[in-house]
């Protein structure tokens, strides 16, 4: 069973170093760390060559400048069974895989509660179900959505579904998890196996109340992704 992660980097120097070690060291060994770096500017590439893994494959110098088709990039390299999601900053559990890979063996998509850490790494939440009011069910995530894509992990069979990512998506991982809603039953482990680490260029909010966009943004942002959602679907079921 190959095991793939994919990290979409850009401007990651500060973490980058941890979250590989992180990757690298779990008591089930990956078999490919896929990263596509969005012409970082730091010395992000830097650290992730000073590696010299040959299970790092480093694709440099891409030019999305959006984090979304950096980690669809990503994703269309991935040759693994199992695929894996991570972003550039956290820090994954030593037995996060092991623990991910028993769940997919009975279901197409997992994804894992985590605590919340700060810049420093200390933690400052303990439970990012909590938060997010996590659990499956279509409708409650298309309103407020509990798929955190550094969470995630799925079988390859997903991502014919998945990718192409419609060029006008919001939320990569809101369009996994509901893909994932339409054609299998998600699991959501309650096993805490990441460190999601909140700092000052987080692009996603942590709640609601540090959510900024308008009330009309979120209506139509969520009409948008509902009505590519059925086309994809019924776009699949004929074809």
Partial sequence: MVISVCIPTYNGELYIKEQLD????QTRAVDEIIISDDSSTDKTVEIIRSY????????EKQRFSNPIFNLEF?????????????????????DKVEVLVNELAISKLVISDGVVINQEGKEIASSIFDIY?????????????????CCIAFHKDLLPIVIPF??????????????????????FCPAKLIKYRRHDF????????????SLFYKISFR???FILLMVRFFYKKRN
């Avoid at 990503?74 to 030593?94: C, E, R, S, T």
């Avoid at 069910?137 to 955190?148: A, E, I, T």
């Avoid at 987080?202 to 966009?213: A, C, E, F, I, R």
Wanted: with cysteine.
């Fill in 22 to 25: 992180s990757i690298l060291n």
């Fill in 133 to 149: 009011n996590s659990r499956k069910g279509f409708c409650k995530n298309l309103v407020k959505n509990s798929y955190m894509g």
């Fill in 166 to 187: 419609p060029k006008k998506i919001a939320m990569h991982d809101l369009w996994i998890g509901l893909n994932a809603e339409l054609y299998t039953k998600p699991v």
């Fill in 74 to 94: 990503a994703l269309k390299q991935a040759k693994g069974d199992y695929i894996f999601l991570a972003d550039q900053d956290d820090v994954w559990m030593p």
């Fill in 52 to 59: 010299n893994h040959p299970k790092i494959k480093l694709f």
């Fill in 223 to 225: 009409i948008t992704m």
């Fill in 202 to 213: 987080n692009k996603t909010p942590l709640d609601s109340k540090t959510n900024s966009n």
